[in-house]
């Protein structure tokens, strides 16, 4: 029979948090700042294609640089790689802000800083979620919120400060400081074992639905930021757009955090999520060029913290997933956060069209590219979000009257914790999948087994859509019964 394992990391200190959480934050805010144009300054104004197409470039960097990661995710796991992926991202990511130092500087090196850039976003996106996966559950939400919340807060005073030159000088400092505190919390690491990509893949199975979620939240999260800020830019309200989107971020950061704390499970429950969703981007999108620019600003940030809430919980997931199911850390993260960026960049250049659009055939010009996300948003919540993870939804959870399992025929058996000892051995789960499956296999729903393991509901999901691939069914019931028609002697 599998061994279970804990949720928790026995080698999370006080030591190593701070440090970790301390390299998000200056991460976190370094990258919030490269996508806050200059207060009061004229060049994001004057070619908005120019700063659009910059931040594209470093996304689509950012994706090129997973995808290379992917590749050599074997290669890559371990102490000495992090420290030297830490101090390579480190650099790299000082380029972009460097770039603005020369006056003017050539159009095809700033792209390239910027494309530069983009891969040390990759490589020190990979040290955050390393440190994420040492550190147990509750602990895992508290300091991503925290982080979230911080670096929404440092970057909006930052981007007030005066002259330009002590802002770029700050970014670089930033991008320095997350590489040190990378490469601190890497040689706090214990030498994990070697997670080979090909064992990877066989524990646990990533549903492209999955990915459809994460790029239709993004998409709304780049085209809320194009928005907030090029439109700050473009009138009088140049400095009430960082404020009020960090407020926006900083609120449902510290909401989560507070989640955290308590362990209620709500805000950050994949689930409730999804349902609030499509009404509250509507409820920003729908009238957002009815307004002058203040609503604008407001529709935005009611954006920017839904999807931002989002990105938290998905960001939680990856991390006790990798932990939870000893995954290959490369690998699961090159192959999940392309979408983010991938989403976050056509987002942006949406927003960039709904504004051009708008100033050259009138307000109604950029209705209709809402109008267009709105009827994207809409498919892709009937259509992905809609039965994400087989056997989740509410008929489901009716059928075996969850959270009573005890007094359940099913449970009470001959030998049916040996007939499920002996499945899970055949389909080969997992030590975590096997207790998820155990609590299935007796009829709870997600809900109590979030509770029951101290992992997310989204973890659960996970775990759920995996044990289904692998018992190749579609829901608990077929689950159950092909359970008990299994013949442990076969």
């Known amino acids: 029979m599998l061994e279970k394992t804990s949720s928790s990391s026995a080698g999370t200190t006080p030591e190593k948090i701070m440090i970790g959480t301390s390299g ?34 470093l ?48 159009v095809f090196l700033e792209y390239i800083l910027w494309i530069a850039a983009g ?42 400060l005066s002259p330009a030159e002590v802002r770029w000088v700050v970014q670089v400092i930033l991008a320095l400081m997350a590489g040190v505190m990378a490469v601190l919390g890497a040689m706090m690491d214990e030498e994990r074992p070697m997670v080979r990509v090909s064992d990877s893949r066989a524990r646990t199975h990533m549903s492209w639905k999955s990915f459809g979620a994460v790029f239709g939240h993004t998409i709304c999260l780049g085209f809320a930021i194009y928005i907030l ?11 009430i757009a960082p404020v009020l989107g960090a407020l926006s971020i900083f609120a449902v950061s510290i909401g989560a955090a507070i989640e955290g704390v ?51 919980t998905n960001m939680n997931a990856i991390a006790e997933n990798i932990h939870l199911d000893r995954l290959n850390l490369i690998d699961v993260s090159s ?52 039965n994400r993870y087989p056997g989740m939804s509410g008929a ?5 009257n969850l959270g009573r399992y005890e007094d359940d025929a099913v449970a009470k058996h001959v030998g049916w914790k040996k ?13 975590r999948q096997y207790e998820v499956f155990i609590l299935l296999a007796r009829g709870h729903n997600a809900s109590y087994i979030a509770r029951k393991l101290v992992i997310s509901g989204h973890t659960v999901k996970s775990h759920t859509y995996t044990i289904y691939q692998k018992a190749m069914v579609h829901s608990k019931q077929e689950l159950i019964e092909k359970i008990e028609a299994f013949d442990p002697s076969s």
């Open 262 to 312: 308590v362990g209620s499970g709500r805000l950050l429950d994949e689930g409730i999520q999804l349902r609030f969703t499509l009404p509250l981007a509507i409820v920003g999108l729908g009238p957002m060029f009815f307004f002058g620019p203040n609503g604008i600003i407001v529709c935005c940030c009611i954006l920017v913290g839904v999807f931002m809430l989002q990105e938290i």
């Open 419 to 431: 007939r499920c000892d002996a499945f899970s051995e055949k389909i080969g789960l997992s030590p």
């Open 229 to 239: 800020f090029a439109e700050g830019l473009r009138s009088d309200s140049d400095a």
């Open 24 to 57: 998000y934050v200056f991460f976190m805010t370094w990258l919030f700042l490269l996508f806050i144009p200059s207060v009061g300054g004229v060049t994001a104004v004057s070619a908005p294609l120019h700063e659009c197409l910059l931040r594209v470039a």
């Open 396 to 400: 489901d959870d009716d059928f075996l």
């Open 59 to 106: 996304l689509v960097a950012t994706m090129a640089a997973q995808g290379v990661g992917r590749c050599f995710a074997d290669k890559l796991v371990g102490r000495r790689p992090m420290i030297t992926m830490a101090c390579v991202g480190a650099v790299l990511a000082t380029l972009a802000p460097l770039g603005n130092f020369l006056s003017p500087p050539p």
């Open 119 to 160: 891969f040390g976003c990759a490589c020190l996106g990979v040290q955050n979620l390393r440190f994420l996966t040492t550190i147990s559950h509750q602990y895992l939400i508290i300091c991503t919120s925290l982080s979230f919340a911080l670096s929404a807060v440092f970057a909006c005073l930052v981007s007030f």
């Open 335 to 386: 192959g999940s956060k392309p979408a983010n960026a991938a989403g976050v960049a056509t987002g942006y250049v949406l927003g960039f069209v709904a504004l051009k659009l708008g100033d050259l055939y009138g307000p109604m010009s950029s209705v209709a590219v809402v109008l267009v996300l709105i009827f994207g948003l809409s498919c892709l919540s009937s259509f992905l979000f809609k």
